[in-house]
Structures are given as C-alpha cells and as structure tokens.
C-alpha cells in the first residue's frame, strides 16, 4: 500500500454492533448494509473519531502492536480490514488488490 496514500469513511454510514467480532453497517448513499469484521470496525471508529487517516499510519493509530501483534500481524490485519472495507465501498483511497 502506497505510505502517502490517504485513507478515509464514506459520509453517511451507521453502525450497529451483532456480535464481539463483527458489526452491521447501513449505508445510506447506497441503501445497503454490510456486515464487517471486528478489525474493519476498529478502522470505522478510527476514521469516525480522526477523519482521514494516512494508510500508513493505521498500524499506530490502533495500537495493535501495544495490545500484543507483531507490526507484520498487525500489517496484514490492517490490510485486510481496509480491503474488506473497499470491497463494501464503505471507505475511499485503497487499491483493491488485482484478483490474479
């Protein structure tokens, strides 16, 4: 992921949690709700609580690497909460990975 790229939420998201691990999350633009893991929802409440965020900073900003990963866990369970996150349009500034 590119270090200066910027990261941010989509306007007009609502959350409700489901479970420990995942929430629901209505998007109004699009009229649909997705379900997002418990790492995609930590980044909806970073961006929700900082606005846009650089992409590399996400690690940091979370402090997974204080709560007890490794930076590369951490890494790899921020990357995957962002495409997720795209994948459902829910946030702008991330590169889908190609599908080859």
Known sequence: MDAARVVRV?????RRPLSVDSIA???????RTH???????????LFSE???QPA???VDAL?????????AEAQMLVDKALVE???????EGVDLPSPH
């Open 10 to 14: 989509r306007d007009g998201l609502r």
């Open 56 to 58: 590399d900073s996400l």
């Open 35 to 45: 379900v997002v893991s418990g790492a995609a929802a930590m980044l909806l409440t």
């Open 85 to 91: 996150l795209a994948q459902c349009a829910l946030v």
């Open 25 to 31: 999350v209505f998007d109004s633009r699009s009229w």
């Open 50 to 52: 900082r606005g846009e």
């Open 63 to 71: 402090e997974l690497v204080d709560a007890g990963l490794s930076r």
